[in-house]
């Protein structure tokens, strides 16, 4: 197959082993991070080479870093802005001097994703990730302390709501400039070392308490990919991401991309979107969700799809317990469909 399949993995905090993850059936690549070094910090070598080390151990290559975070002074446009962009093509060099391809990141203000319960029971007794608009509306983290599953636990409410005004001060246009210098500083040295740089986009791509989102739509990927028009400037296309706001055309998305070469890495999952606009995770096959895997899969494979793939999020099933979204067992069984989707969709087109 031509695509690469791949596994997000913690690292040695993990409870999935990478014995395990070798396991899956074609499972070729991990992606991690070096996660105990906070944003605008350097990675000290010996963690990328230890993971390096590790990953050949069991079979598997580290090739994908999720994510170098992008520190908010950056996604700001204050403090020292030149030594953060700095550090972060220093993070870059180094992580291509160990073997990596493919680098994930985001540009979403202050919060990464956000979801209002991490383990809302369905009836078949699994848990998964939700947004439900009931559980949202009403909340204004400029008064009230907001504690949502998932937030980084790092700020304080007082530090939080310092950020939202300032990110309300500089609005999606502010946001839009700060992307443009950080691409214009980081691709060329990630185009020189032989890295892609993968944008995740923004997860659910819509505003969230007013904070300004852009990297949400198919007019606002056009914009993000022409600011540097090189393969070395991608994305990450999040089929769950993008794929929760009923206006966003996943399959004719993933079809102009894939065909442009502007994909680096895909994550794999299905949503269901609720009548209110509200989502669940749902198990990866089509017929579970609002998005036509299937369909998905065969736009990447017809337009020569060769980058990175990862089961995304999974339900807890069968009793385990662990990060959610990321245990072992659901997302075997996304890998699982994945390759045979991939499989079915790349001998059709042989045939
Ligand atoms: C959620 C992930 C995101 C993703 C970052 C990339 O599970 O898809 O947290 O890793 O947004 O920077």
Redesign the pocket.
Known sequence: MNMKLSFRWYGKDDPISLEYISQIPGMRSIVSAVYDVKPGEVWPEESLEAMKRECDENNLVFDVV??I?VHEDIKLGRGDVDKLLEVYCENIRRCAKYGVKCV???F?PVF??TRTQLDKKAPDGSTSLVMYWDQMRGLDPLKDDIHLPGWDSSYTQDEVRELITAYGEIGEEGLWANLEKFLKKVIPVAEECGVRMAI?PD?PPYPIFGLPRIITCEENLDRFLSIVDSPANSL?L?TGSLGCAASNDVVEMVRKYAKRDRIAFM?IRNIKIMEDGSFEERAHLSSCGSLDVYEIVKALCENGFDGYVRP??GRMIWGETGKP?YGLFDRALGATYINGLFEACEKSLTK
């Open positions: 999720e994510s975070p994930t990141y985001n979403m990464d994703w995740h997860d990450c999040c994550h995304d999020h979204g």
